[in-house]
């Protein structure tokens, strides 16, 4: 069992930067995918970036990249989303999760027995 708790989301003006951390306590941190997702209400919830099991590769989504960066800390069970540039369209809940698989789906929320309860990032223009 693993359980996610995401933190550093807030109310910035476009360009701004943030870093999210999600913090999970549980077995076999290392073991995980831990992928960022984010969602906006009426819409699916989307694809943000991926480190692999054991932070071998990064995978960061489109609409992103170039301005997050995903990392990890596996002495210190947490995961962190670097967001530069922000952009209004940036605004939405932003979830991390945990997974293990070996489909390199990163993108299918299938994949994740496991979900934080996520943190609200809002940029204003």
């Known amino acids: 069992q693993v359980s996610l708790v995401e933190s550093g989301g807030g109310l910035v003006q476009a360009g701004d930067s943030l870093r999210l951390s999600c913090a999970a306590s549980?077995?076999?941190?290392?073991?995980?995918?831990m992928t960022w997702f984010r969602q906006v209400p009426g819409k699916d919830r989307e694809f943000v970036a991926t480190?692999?099991?054991?932070?071998?590769?990064?995978y960061i989504g489109d609409p992103v990249k170039g301005r997050f960066t995903i990392s990890r800390d596996n002495a210190g069970n947490t995961v962190f989303l670097q967001m530069n540039s922000l952009k209004p369209e940036d605004t939405a809940v932003y979830y991390c999760?945990?997974?293990?698989?070996?489909?390199?789906?990163?993108?299918?929320?299938?994949?994740?027995?496991?979900w934080g309860q996520g943190t609200q990032v809002t940029v204003s223009s």
């Open positions: 549980g077995r076999d941190f290392s073991s995980y995918a």
């Open positions: 999760a945990a997974g293990s698989f070996y489909n390199r789906m990163w993108g299918y929320l299938g994949n994740y027995n496991y």
């Open positions: 480190s692999t099991s054991s932070g071998g590769s990064e």
